[in-house]
């Protein structure tokens, strides 16, 4: 009798997209996360202290960059990147050879499901890219493409086939992404519930998004998604990649490319 095959399945497009992650401190959160990241190429921009050493851990595939390569690649104009500020991560972006970018914050750590399995943020980031969204009719089951579910009785037709999408948005469980206001009179809040639901948001809406947990195509919406000027020198803050979103959004309507939003992943 044969013995049952042992072949992993090849990781998702892991010769079309980038890991992008800012970060200050050493890589150490990695470690977590080697069981999905390990396939893919990491971009890691450095912000900060040039002279710094980040440690990575072994293992990974990756370029580092820092203030000085990023003074020296883009000279006179380096100084569209942030400097202090994770939208320095725009970078990565810039520099990406790749169809696909995810890119993570280095404090991000791997939620657990109710039953205690990791959750492979990476892997539903990338089904979602790979997947239609349906900005036109709001559909009551959330995503109709989902393995049990459907569109609901009244949703057209002619609209089943969705668009392509841009980006995949996720959320994250612990430290709410609150305004400063309500961060002051709310400072113990924690989002401790696990939500597994996905669902595009609506044409002609549009949505304050983080770039902390996030993955998009570059070949429809790349040059949306570069971050506002903050951070050092920069009079106005915490508005960076909201204002990417706000253009990502509104650049989209002409063109019928939609957004996914996602809740699952991170701690």
Same mark, same amino acid.
């Given at each position: 009798?044969?013995? %049952? =095959? !042992? ?5 998702? &497009?892991? /010769? ?8 200050? #401190? ?105 997947? %239609? =969204? !349906? ?5 009551? &089951?959330? /995503? ?8 609901? #009785? ?114």
């Amino acid at each position: 009798m044969a013995e %049952p =095959s !042992t072949i992993s399945p090849a990781p998702l &497009l892991k /010769d079309e997209l980038d890991i992008v992650i800012p970060t200050i #401190r050493n890589l150490d959160f990695l470690e977590m996360w080697r069981p999905f990241f390990q396939p893919y190429h990491l971009i890691i921009v450095q912000d900060g202290d040039p002279s710094k050493t980040i440690k990575v851990p072994e293992g990974f595939d990756y370029e580092l960059y820092n203030r000085n390569d990023i003074n020296r690649i883009l000279g006179p104009k380096s100084s569209c990147i942030s400097f202090k500020d994770s939208a320095c991560r725009c970078f990565g972006y810039m520099v990406s050879k790749k169809k696909y970018i995810y890119t993570i914050d280095d404090d991000c750590f791997v939620a657990k499901d109710p039953s205690g399995k990791d959750i492979n943020a990476l892997e539903q980031h990338i089904k979602n890219l790979l997947c %239609p =969204s !349906t900005p036109f009719f709001f559909n009551t &089951l959330y /995503d109709p493409y989902r393995a049990g579910a459907d569109f609901v #009785r009244g949703y057209p037709f002619s609209l089943r086939e969705g668009v392509p999408t841009a980006v995949s948005h996720g959320l994250w469980l612990n430290i709410p992404d609150y305004d400063a206001p309500t961060q002051l009179v709310k400072p113990l809040e924690r989002n401790t519930r696990y939500v597994d639901a996905i669902m595009t948001i609506p044409k002609g809406t549009l949505f304050p998004m983080c770039g902390m947990n996030l993955a998009f195509n570059r070949e429809l919406i790349g040059p949306a998604m570069y971050f506002g000027l903050m951070g050092d020198g920069q009079p106005i803050g915490r508005y960076d990649d909201m204002w990417a979103g706000w253009c990502t959004k509104v650049s989209h309507h002409s063109c019928h490319h939609l957004l996914i939003c996602c809740c699952y992943t991170c701690l």
